[in-house]
């Protein structure tokens, strides 16, 4: 009888450390930055590549950059950090930046992402997207009520990759188009590597001190943008570093600085059969801005 008893209670508590468990695999943190914006993550987040979102609360509105992969409640944990009107916003159209967009109403992307939320990166057809679809572009303004974001186009992860810039504040929202980690074109639609210089010297003249990646905990320094370019300028035409994709593509990859440990590590990714027109359209850039 005390053996049956003892069993049933060591049962109940090994049921109980499950349930922990499988509520821990799905739990939300956040993060109040320097700059203000919030950092959101989440356990199944991650991986060998963090994935965050960004909250940013104005007086009457806040914005949601990014939804992660697809995992149940994220729109009840934002609702839980603030209840202000909510604008949903996606950086591209990667799955790892627009998993829980079912979970909002309406979504806001650049129209040439647009596509990657009803289609893969092979073309393959996607379930809907589960909401409404909106798009923003370059030039455009987002007031939150005493709290500005302008959006700036910066093609080359992705043609309809965005980034938010804060001038008040002085930070910028990067997604995947500036960060430690660059896959230059994952899939099948080239950007000429002239547009992506000319997007980050755009990006580079305005005024800000910290930027925040999707896959970056930390805030990173502005010239992580001069680092990115050198280390395309002086390393891709030489790099020897090929890593594969099986069925996607091969990539030569940059990697400087040790490993993600380290705040100045950089890791580029360029696909490998594109590379003579890269470090060609790279080059003839370069010599175009040194006459000005
Ligand atoms: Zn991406």
């Known amino acids: 009888m005390k053996n049956s008893i003892v069993r049933y209670l060591a049962h109940r508590l090994m049921r109980r ?9 799905n739990t939300f943190v956040h993060e109040q930055t320097a700059h203000g914006p919030i950092r959101i993550s989440c356990t199944a987040w991650r991986t060998h590549n963090p994935i965050n979102a960004w909250l940013v609360c104005g007086a009457q509105k806040a914005l949601l950059l990014d939804t992660g992969l697809s995992v149940p409640g994220l729109a009840g944990y934002v609702r839980s950090l603030t209840g202000l009107p909510l604008m949903v916003v996606n950086s591209h159209g ?12 309406t979504v806001w ?42 959006v700036y186009e910066v093609p080359g992860h992705t043609p309809g990759s ?8 002085g930070y910028l929202l990067s997604g995947d188009a500036i960060a430690r ?16 210089f000319d997007a980050l010297e755009r990006v ?23 680092r990115l370019m050198q280390a395309l300028e002086t390393h891709l035409e030489s790099c020897e570093n090929v890593w594969a994709m099986p069925g996607v593509n091969d990539y030569y990859l940059i990697e400087l600085n040790g490993g993600p440990e380290n705040p100045a590590y950089i890791n580029i990714s ?19 801005h040194a006459q000005h």
């Open 270 to 288: 360029v696909c490998k059969d594109r590379r003579n027109e890269a470090v060609a359209d790279i080059r003839a850039w370069r010599a175009a």
């Open 162 to 169: 965005i980034v938010l810039h804060n001038a008040a504040d």
């Open 204 to 226: 580079r003249a305005l005024d800000f001190t910290a930027i925040y990646s999707a896959h970056d905990d930390m805030a990173l320094p502005k010239d992580l943008i001069d």
């Open 181 to 196: 980690r660059i896959f230059y074109t994952p899939g099948r639609i080239w950007t000429p590597f002239s547009h992506y």
């Open 17 to 25: 450390e499950e349930r922990k468990r499988a509520r821990m695999e």
């Open 94 to 105: 990667h799955f790892d930046h627009t998993g829980c967009n079912p979970q909002f109403d």
């Open 109 to 150: 992307i650049h129209p040439q992402d647009a596509p990657l939320l009803f289609q893969d990166l092979f073309g393959n057809a996607l379930a809907a997207p589960g909401c409404e679809v909106k798009v923003l572009q370059g030039g455009d303004s987002i007031d939150l009520g005493g709290t500005v974001l302008d």
